[in-house]
């Protein structure tokens, strides 16, 4: 939902009250997201979705749902050698 909206405001010169209302009233909006990539493999159309997020919350997030999302991003760039770890290494 976060994409549609995001597309739907993204060419406009101001975000569609409409679009604006829609995204303010999501369950779960861009703050959600931990920028762990796990859906942009899977997307067909190859969506840089992580990419994607941080735009819609520059468009339609506040600066307080912005600084949350940054800290997801941060937080999963210093799980990923623990994440390949558990991948790749094997347990002696
Ligand atoms: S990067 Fe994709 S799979 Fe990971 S939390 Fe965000 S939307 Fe969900």
């Known amino acids: 939902m976060v994409n549609k909206l995001y597309d739907l405001a993204k060419n406009k010169d101001e975000v569609p009250a409409s679009v604006q209302e829609h995204y303010n009233n999501l369950k779960f909006d861009v703050t959600e997201c931990i920028a762990c990539g796990n859906c942009e493999p899977r997307c067909p159309f190859n969506v840089r979705i992580v990419d994607?997020?941080?735009?819609?919350?520059?468009?339609?997030?506040?600066?307080?749902?912005?600084f949350f999302l940054i800290?997801?991003?941060?937080?999963?760039?210093?799980?990923?050698p623990e994440l390949l770890c558990k991948r790749y290494i094997i347990h002696l």
């Open 71 to 80: 800290i997801n991003l941060v937080e999963t760039i210093f799980k990923i």
């Open 52 to 66: 994607v997020m941080l735009d819609a919350q520059d468009l339609l997030g506040n600066i307080i749902a912005f």
